[in-house]
């Protein structure tokens, strides 16, 4: 099953997030105390030391209590692309994920992207293909390894294109053809015919035993895969990614994979 870059490093943003929900709790039942902590740890980032520092450019301690390690929240989270906010008349960090920001146009950095009309069109002059001779799958807005990207999807002839286009400066991260045995899908399968993103949430929710207050991070898109119109969706539960593949006109589940996050 083809799987994308959504929950790519969100796994250490959670784990981040439910340390910040503790220190939180701790605030609300006692304002100050004192603690003994062990200093001295060290943090690395693929690999490169990562030295955290609050907003005026100070280093910032990073430490052990009871067995936890405690990092500062806007250091860390920035560090992985999330927008970190205080909320102080209820005391509360809040945390977005860097695709939640740039899905709702609420990142600062989001006016400056090349577009969605840029990026396809990057990719056809790299690819040699006329806008013409293309068959669009998806151009959309995707966040990887910290960095906004456009995943451009497009077929010509029997090819199959795929292109990962900075969504700032253009640059073209990856790019990758196929050939394969692709029909262009012709007018007389209306897509009034498909079940619908929703209905594909929904099917995939009903197979995995999930509630749909229960599932996080849920995105459904349609695609073309061997000549025919699927839904991807994916969504996760706690600690389980699920990823489906539903048929956009029968809404048959043609594939199905649940992974755990932390694993």
């Known amino acids: 099953m083809k799987k994308t870059n959504f929950f790519k490093g969100f796994g250490s943003g959670l784990l981040l997030a439910v340390l910040v929900t503790a220190l939180c709790a701790t605030a609300s ?35 052990l209590y009871n067995g936890t390690t405690y990092v500062p929240v806007r250091a860390i989270s920035e560090m992985m692309g999330m927008d970190v906010q ?14 939640r920001s740039a899905s709702q146009g609420s990142s600062t950095s989001s006016a400056s992207y090349i577009g969605a009309e840029k ?3 990057i990719a056809l002059q ?12 998806r151009a959309q807005l995707d966040w990887d390894d910290g960095r906004a ?8 002839g029997n090819t199959e294109y ?22 262009v899908p012709t007018t007389s399968t209306s897509s009034a015919s498909y079940i619908g993103t929703e209905k594909a ?8 035993g999930v509630s749909a207050s229960s599932a996080a991070g849920m995105r459904a898109q349609l695609d073309w895969d061997d000549g025919r119109a699927q839904y991807e969706v994916e969504f996760y539960s706690g ?19 649940r992974d755990s996050r932390w694993d």
Do not use: C, H, M, W
């Open 239 to 257: 600690s389980t990614e699920y990823d489906y593949e539903i048929d956009a006109v029968t809404g048959a589940i043609l594939g199905r994979d």
């Open 86 to 99: 205080f909320d102080s008349a209820t005391r509360t960090v809040v945390l977005t994920t860097a695709d």
């Open 201 to 208: 949430k929904s099917i995939a929710l009903q197979d995995a």
């Open 29 to 63: 039942a006692a304002s100050r105390r004192n603690i003994d902590v062990e200093d001295g740890i060290s943090i690395t980032l693929n690999g490169a030391t990562f030295t955290p520092r609050d907003a005026s450019g100070k280093e910032v301690d990073v430490f």
């Open 162 to 183: 795929d292109y990962e286009i900075d969504a700032l400066t253009g640059a073209i991260l990856s790019a990758d053809r196929d050939v394969e045995n692709f029909t």
């Open 149 to 156: 990207e456009y995943e451009v999807e497009f077929y010509s």
């Open 119 to 121: 990026a396809k069109s």
């Open 126 to 137: 790299d690819a040699g293909v006329s806008a013409s001779a293309a068959v669009f799958l």
